[in-house]
């Protein structure tokens, strides 16, 4: 009877051994990917700022352009 006692305590021992593994596995798979989205996040941010401004900036070249041609007519 103490046999399977013993193989008992070992397979639950084991266990709780693989749940530990997978749970710190998990953690760092769900860690990286928050990284990951948090800085696609960010870059895509970046770039609609970036497009406004350079629309921005397009818009007063555009004007400066026309008022100087139209003050040398």
Do not use: G, H, P, W
């Amino acid at each position: 009877m103490s046999i399977y006692n013993n193989t008992d305590a070992d397979v639950l021992q084991n266990y709780q051994e693989y749940n530990l593994v997978n749970i710190t596995y998990y953690s760092l798979k769900e860690s990286t990917t928050s990284e990951q989205s948090a800085r696609m996040t960010a870059m895509d941010n970046t770039s609609k700022n970036a497009s406004e401004m350079i629309d921005k900036l397009t818009v007063t070249f555009n004007s400066t352009c026309a008022k100087l041609s139209s003050s040398k007519s």
